[in-house]
C-alpha cells in the first residue's frame, strides 16, 4: 500500500476544500511575494536616483526623511576642496502639486550632473540644461501625465515653466519625476544656497574611513554614509522593510491557521478511518505523517501555484506603462524560493497540532460508537 | 505461564510455544473515573486455534473485553498476555497488530475509495515484504470468500455482505494467530449474516487462527468451541 496514495485519497475525497485551502495559501504566497518584491523594488529605484557614480551619500545627520535634510552650499564647496574627493553632485528634492496632479516629484541639480548625461535625451539635449531661462525637464513618464512636450509652457505649483526638454532615465522615480536646475529649485521651494543631499565620488585609492572622519570632524551636522551602510540605516527604508515583513508575517500566520483548522477538520472526519489504521499497524508516527504529508501537499501545490500567479503579476506590473517608475518590482529566484520554503513550513506548523491529535486518537474509543 | 516473563513483554522461547494464546489474569475495567464498572474481574485462556464466543446482552462488556483482550485497550488491573507479550506497551502491541492479530468489527470499516485489493494490502503496510507476495495472498483469500472479480471494485460499489466478506479477508492477511471479531455479520440480514458467518468460521479454522468473538446472537456461539457468557463483569461458562 502506498503512503502517498493514502494520503491523496483524502485530498480527492474533499476536492472543494482541499482547492480552498490550497488556494488560499496560494493567496499568501504571491501577496507576499508581491509586497516584498515591491518594497525591494522601491528600495532599489530609490538607490538608483542617490547613487550614479557615487560611493557616498552626504546629508543632515539625524533626520527621518531625506525631504527635510539640508546641505548648504558652502559646506559643498568646501568638502569639493578636499583632496580625497573627486566630485559632489548636490541633489535638492521637492514635492510640488499641479491641478491635476497631486505629487510630482522635483530634483535639482547643477547642469554637469552625470545623470543628465546618462540620460536618453528624447527632445532637446543635456547640453541645453540649464541655459535657458524659467526652463524644467520632464523625466519621460511625467512628460506623458503632465501631457507636455518640449517649447511648451505648464504650471508647476504656482508658477508656469517652460519645458526645455524630455528625458528618460534608467530609473522609474526619476522618469516620473521633474529636473530644474539647481538655482532655480532653490530659488523655486526658497532654499537659497541649500541642497537636500549631495552624492560624493572619492578619488581613486582614496580611504572611506578618512573621508568618513574628516566629514565628522568638520561638520558634525552632517553625516556621510557609504552606499550600502545607507541603504542599511536609512529609516525609511527600514520602515518599508520591517512593514513588509509585518505583513509577510501576518499572511504566514492566517495561512498556518486555515491550514490547521482544514487539517482539524480533515482528522476530525475521520477519526474512525484512523483508529483502523491503527488497528492494521499503523504507528502514532505513521498516522502523524499522513496528516503531515497531506499539508504538505496542499500548500506545496498552494505555494507553487501562489508564487508562478505572484510572478506573473509582478512581469505584469513591471510592463503596465501606467505603472512604470512607481512600480518596479524586483524578480529575485532567492525571493521566489524564499516565500515557497516559508510557506511550505508554515503549512507543517500549521498542521503540527492536527497530525499530534491524530496521532493520539485511542481506537478502542474511535471503534465505540457503531 | 509464568507471570514474571510475561510482565517484561518477553518472546516465548522458540519451540517452546505456549499452549495458550490469550492469557487473562482478574481483568478490571471501568469508565468514567470508576462510576461505571463494566469488567470485574474476569480470567480466562484461550487456547490455539480454539474459537470462543463471548455472549451477552447488549450492553453487558463484550466489546470492552474484546478490546482488553486484544490490546486496544488497557485494564485498570489484572494482567493480560497475547501469545506471552505484554500488549499494554505500544511498541508490543504495533507488533502484535502487524503480525499475531486480526480484527473483524461490525461495521466493515474499510476505506470506501480504495478498490479491494487496496484495502487488503493496508495490514500489510508496514511489513516489508514483497509486493507480488502481498497481492497473491490478497488473491487467495478473496477466491477463498468468492470475491475473485471484485478486488479491483471499489469498496462503495460492493454489497454489504462483499463489504464483510472483504472486512475478513483484510483481517486474515498477515496470517494471524488470533482473529477478534466484534459481532461481525451484526450490519447484515439474517440469510447474508449466516452465509458470511460460516464462511468466516471455515476460512479462520483452515487458517488455524484462534477466535474470541463478541456476540448478542446464540444462534453464533454454536459454531465455536466454548461459550463464555458475559453478564455483570464477569465471564462464565455456558
Ligand atoms: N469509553 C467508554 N466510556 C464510557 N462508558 C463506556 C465506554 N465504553 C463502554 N462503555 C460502557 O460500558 C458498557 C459495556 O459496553 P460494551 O462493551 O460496548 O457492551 P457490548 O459490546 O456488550 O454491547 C456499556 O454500558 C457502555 O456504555
Ligand atoms: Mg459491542
Redesign the interface.
Known sequence: MDFLKLIFINIRRHRLRSLITAAGIGFGAASMLCIVSIVLGAVGMFQNILSTESQFILFERNVSDLFFSSVRASQLEEIRNFPLVKRVDPLLVGIVSSPNHPIITCFGVEADNPRLRQAHWLHGSATAFGREKDAIYLGERAASFLKATIGQEIPIGSRRFLVGGVLRTANGFEDGGVFFPLSLAQEFFHKESQASLATVELRPGASFVAFQKQIDARFPDLIALEDKEFNRSYSQFRILNVTSWAIGICSFLLGGMGVANTMLMSVFARVREIAVLRVCGFSRQQVAGLILGEAAILSGLGSVVGCVAGFAALVAMNAAPQLQGYVRAALRMDLLVGVAVVTLATAIAGAFYPAYFASRIAPAEALRFE | MNTEESRLGSVPAAGKKPSSVIVARDVWKSFDHGQTPVIQGVSLEIGRAEMVALWGSSGSGK?TLL?LLSG??RPDRGEITILGLDPSR?ETR?RL??RHVG?V???H?L?P??TML?NL???????RRPAREIDARARYLAEKVGLSHRLTSRIQNLSGGERQRTAIC?ALMNRPEVIFAD?PT?SLDERTADVVFNLFLRLVSEEGASVILATHDQRFTKGCHRSLHIHQGKALPL
Not at chain 2, 494490502?121 to 511489513?127: G, N, V
Request: hydrophobic share 35%; glycine share 4%.
Open positions: 466489546s478490546h486496544l485497550d505500544e504495533l497488530c502487524r480484527f468489527f461490525q461495521l470499516n476505506i475509495d480504495l487496496e494490502r493496508i495490514p500489510c503496510f508496514s511489513e483484510r459481532e451484526g
